[in-house]
């Protein structure tokens, strides 16, 4: 049973970097997609970004040319590369990974982290 561990969210200032990880319990299938979410408090979960096995890459319109998605394929590691961040970036991070870009992208992923907190402050 494939788990997967988020981490690198905490507090930072408007502005910062930050890099956030995805690291899975055990080897995932090489055409697996990995992706992240985010849920602010008082809304719902927002896709944030994916990419597929062939490097193919998805990003929400909020976050695109500040948020990098990339990943480790033989570590099964994905990461999410921010920058310029604000206090809208302020969510709980959640990775997650499926045999289908569609069914990520859309939520519906087979496997989720348990999420990373990230806050932005002024």
């Known amino acids: 049973q494939v788990q997967l561990a988020d981490s690198g969210g905490r507090l930072v200032q408007n502005g910062a970097s930050l890099r956030l990880s995805c690291v899975a319990s055990?080897?995932?299938?090489?055409?697996?997609?990995m992706g992240w979410f985010r849920q602010a408090p008082g809304k719902g979960r927002e896709f944030v970004a994916a990419?597929?096995?062939?490097?193919?890459?998805h990003y929400a319109d909020s976050v695109k040319g500040r948020f990098t998605i990339s990943r480790d394929t033989p570590r099964n590691a994905a990461f999410l590369h921010m920058s310029n961040l604000s206090p809208n970036d302020t969510a709980l991070y959640t990775c997650?990974?499926?045999?289908?870009?569609?069914?990520?992208?859309?939520?519906?992923?087979?496997?989720w982290g348990q999420g990373t907190q990230v806050t932005v402050s002024l």
């Open positions: 990419i597929e096995w062939t490097g193919r890459r």
């Open positions: 997650a990974a499926d045999t289908a870009i569609t069914t990520l992208n859309g939520g519906t992923a087979n496997i």
């Open positions: 055990d080897a995932i299938i090489a055409r697996y997609a």
